[in-house]
T-cell receptor, first 117, second 109 residues
Framework: NAGVMQNPRHLVRRRGQEARLRCSPV?????VYWYRQLPEEGLKFMVY????????ESGMPKERFSAEFPKEGPSILRIQQVVRGDSAAYFC???????????????FGNGTRLTVT | SQQGEEDPQALSIQEGENATMNCSYK?????LQWYRQNSGRGLVHLIL?????REKHSGRLRVTLDTSKKSSSLLITASRAADTASYFC?????????FGAGTRLTVKP
């Protein structure tokens, strides 16, 4: 059984370009979470999505960042006009039900490391 | 929104010793989870403890939860060099999971 797949593993973008990060959840999982991690730090929540719906985007910057989880295909985290401060590891996690209320562990991918030059 | 906070930030021990990491949180929870992260990898779920449980075991791992003090501890017994990793606690916030900054554990052979 394939776990959470993220691609690319490494992404280099120049300032002002767009970055698209993809996440394929575990088969059958309809809940997806995106987190950002700076070196030597913890995970910062960005956004929680269910199929075709954004449930909580309170951790995502209002500008330049967007996320989607379409009916078909992977979840996409999109960062427009990247700046050096966007350099970080971005992790995606999935679960069959919501993480809190239903006591479901999260399954993580190995992340995409974004470097903005 | 609430977030677990781990203590200590870093811990270095010799192989065979026990390692204890603590987590504190701020508001009521449904469950608390512990995860492990090896360098350059994603997080791996270790153990989940529900709010009505006080202690849980899984192999060499022992987790306690004290909801009155809003704290949890993770004990790794008879540590091995392969246990070297960062350990995070996570608490549910509505339907999201929020993570602390983690404890970086180094086990010296």
């Amino acid at each position: 059984n394939a776990g959470v797949m993220q691609n690319p593993r490494h992404l280099v973008r120049r300032r002002g370009q767009e970055a698209r990060l993809r996440c394929s959840p575990v088969k059958g999982h309809s809940h997806v979470y995106w987190y950002r991690q700076l070196p030597e730090e913890g995970l910062k929540f960005m956004v929680y999505l269910q199929k075709e719906n954004i449930i909580d985007e309170s951790g995502m910057p209002k500008e330049r960042f967007s996320a989607e989880f379409p009916k078909e295909g992977p979840s996409i985290l999109r960062i427009q006009q990247v700046v050096r401060g966007d350099s970080a590891a971005y992790f995606c996690a999935s679960s069959p039900t919501s993480g809190g209320g239903h006591n479901s562990p999260l399954h993580f991918g190995n992340g995409t490391r974004l470097t903005v030059t | 929104s609430q977030q677990g906070e781990e203590d200590p930030q870093a811990l270095s021990i010799q192989e065979g010793e026990n390692a204890t990491m603590n987590c504190s949180y701020k508001t009521s929870i449904n469950n608390l989870q512990w995860y492990r992260q090896n360098s350059g990898r994603g997080l791996v779920h270790l153990i989940l403890i529900r709010s009505n449980e006080r202690e849980k075991h899984s192999g060499r791992l022992r987790v306690t939860l004290d909801t009155s003090k809003k704290s949890s501890s993770l004990l790794i017994t008879a540590s091995r060099a392969a246990d070297t990793a960062s350990y995070f606690c996570a608490t549910d916030d509505n339907n999201d999971m929020r993570f602390g900054a983690g404890t970086r554990l180094t086990v010296k052979p």
